[in-house]
């Protein structure tokens, strides 16, 4: 590692041994980067100093931000950070709030200053925040004011966070950066010096912080865009996924900067919305869920999508019927893609150029990889296995053991299975842990059953995910009520209604069932393959 910029040390600290890292390829050109970089230098101050500083970068409900005006809210906000909030390099800051202006503002203005950026689903309860602030030892919030009341519980316990900055209604962030000129040099960063920590649920529950370097969030620019997507300085991003999900800050923050392109992002875009936004902003790339797509797809003829040009699906595995379906009533082709938060974005996809029925498609350049059995021998094409795979990103989870389960011998295991054609066409065919993938989000099975046991009608439970053709798995949730409490309906919804109050809402059981006990090995091992046989 090259001589850091980071006062603060604590997450190179905590990376993990150099032996249990995955081994990272650079040995494309577009991948041969600088020893020093700032990720938001690359992304928003060069466009200035290279001619483009009055393009649209931001487009949003009565706003349009070029990228001098982009350039100058990040300044401000990162003056405020330094001058006012005491941030030195290294320090981690939790980014909470919705798609916005101020949002991706933010993202941008903590990595100029040289901070560790944590992002958070606007979802999450204060539970969930307060663990990850335990965790990364954040120091410093930037939050929508809307959203500040978990955030303000989890601190109650968490004095780690000593400052909190909220923007919009309520706020002061706003009024804080009017004080400064809009002008703050970037932090001279080294290109492996961390620039976020993006959090995983994990199998156990318990989450896992993923550590991404300044280089891996150019690389990542330099892989899915370049390669497969190909978008201009004239399209206009939208979609739905949250710039807190990696999927969301590339394809809506990261992408379209990089490509000197303009991005909308707009709060709660439900598929309708989606729908209509795309016609007002005559956006040209669409990013969301295979789910969305769906949702879509009936409303798609009495909408003008004229102006769209690309779609791209991620998340979860994208069924052939939704793609037939939305092509029949768009005549658009999805670009598909399977990426995850341990290795930051899309690693293996395909354009409608490449597509194979079937087929998810092809390790992008840059990637290697193979299908393996559990010793990591290779398998010949046509059978299932584990994707093994390398790359310029790679797994690097924050002073946690489990780095040992995703990395080994330098090969990343994202945990997928598939089968390989002879082609070198990937088949994807699910998930080899028990990480329930409903409607893109990742959703761990033994958390939901913590909540759950939360309730004082519960005695037990056991959660599994169960197939879908809407969501993709829906959470079910297996109960055994303690004596004295009825089975029925309205302990159903006194269940879920439970749940969405102590985790994030879109973890809750859309179906609950109630049995006389679980199914148990004679060590007492909850057999979750028979809970699935009974739905």
Request: glycine content about 8%.
């Amino acid at each position: 590692m090259t001589a850091s910029a980071h006062r603060d040390s604590f997450v190179r600290d905590n990376l993990p041994p150099a032996a249990e890292w995955p081994v990272l390829q650079f040995d494309r050109p577009e991948l041969q980067f600088p020893p020093r970089l700032n990720a938001a230098m690359e992304l928003v101050d060069r466009a200035i100093t290279e001619g483009d500083g009055d393009r649209v970068a931001i487009l949003s409900s009565g706003l349009r931000w070029t990228y001098r005006d982009l350039q100058d809210r990040v300044d401000r906000i990162a003056r405020v950070l330094v001058d006012q909030c005491g941030l030195v390099p290294g320090n981690r800051v939790l980014l909470r709030g919705a798609n916005s202006p101020m949002q991706a503002a933010a993202w941008l203005a903590v990595w100029k200053a040289g901070g560790v950026a944590v992002g958070t689903m606007p979802l999450l309860r204060a539970k969930e925040l307060g663990e990850m602030i335990r965790i990364a030892r954040v120091s410093h919030a930037i939050c929508d004011a809307a959203l500040a009341a978990d955030l303000e519980v989890a601190r109650t316990t968490h004095p780690e966070l000593r400052e909190l900055v909220l923007h919009g209604e309520g706020g002061n962030l706003e009024q804080r950066m009017a004080q400064y000129p809009g002008e703050f040099a970037p932090v001279d960063t080294a290109a492996d010096d961390p620039a976020l920590i993006a959090f995983t649920s994990g199998t156990t529950g318990i989450p896992k912080g993923t550590v991404h370097f300044h280089r891996d969030v150019m690389a990542m620019c330099e892989v899915f865009p370049r390669h497969c997507l190909k978008p201009g300085r004239d399209d206009v991003f939208i979609g739905t996924p949250p710039l807190a999900f990696t999927f969301g800050l590339g394809g809506l923050l990261c992408f379209p900067l990089r490509a000197r392109a303009a991005t909308v992002l707009v709060e709660k875009l439900t598929p309708d919305l989606l729908l209509t936004a795309i016609q007002l902003y005559h956006a040209t790339i669409c990013f969301t869920s295979p789910t969305a797509y769906r949702q879509m797809t009936p409303m798609a003829s009495a909408s003008d999508l004229h102006s769209l040009r690309k779609c791209v699906s991620a998340g979860e595995a994208l069924p052939q019927a939704t793609r037939d379906q939305w092509r029949e009533a768009t005549r658009l082709q999805i670009y598909d893609g399977i990426g995850g938060t341990e290795m930051l974005h899309i690693y293996l996809g395909s354009s409608p150029e490449d597509y194979r029925p079937g087929a998810l498609g092809k390790l992008l350049p840059g990637y290697i990889g193979m299908v393996v059995d559990d010793e990591l021998r290779p398998l010949p094409p046509g059978e299932v296995g584990r994707l093994a795979l390398r790359g310029p990103t790679g797994c690097r989870y924050l002073a946690d053991p489990r780095q040992r389960d995703y990395v080994r011998n330098g090969w990343n295991l994202p945990g997928d299975a598939f089968h390989v054609d002879e082609d070198g066409y990937f088949y994807y065919h699910s998930r080899v842990d028990d990480m329930i993938v409903t409607s893109g989000y990742n959703v761990a099975a033994p958390e939901v059953e913590w909540a759950l046991l939360g309730h004082p009608a519960v005695a037990e439970c056991g959660v599994v995910g169960v197939p879908d053709a809407d969501r993709g798995q829906l959470v079910a949730a297996f109960v055994v009520l303690k004596p004295g409490f009825s089975a029925d309906d309205e302990m159903t919804k006194a269940l879920q209604e439970f749940a969405k109050r102590t985790i994030a809402p879109y973890k809750y059981p859309r179906v609950v069932r109630f049995l006389e006990a679980l199914p148990r090995t004679e060590t007492g091992k909850l057999q979750r393959f028979k809970l699935k046989t009974l739905v």
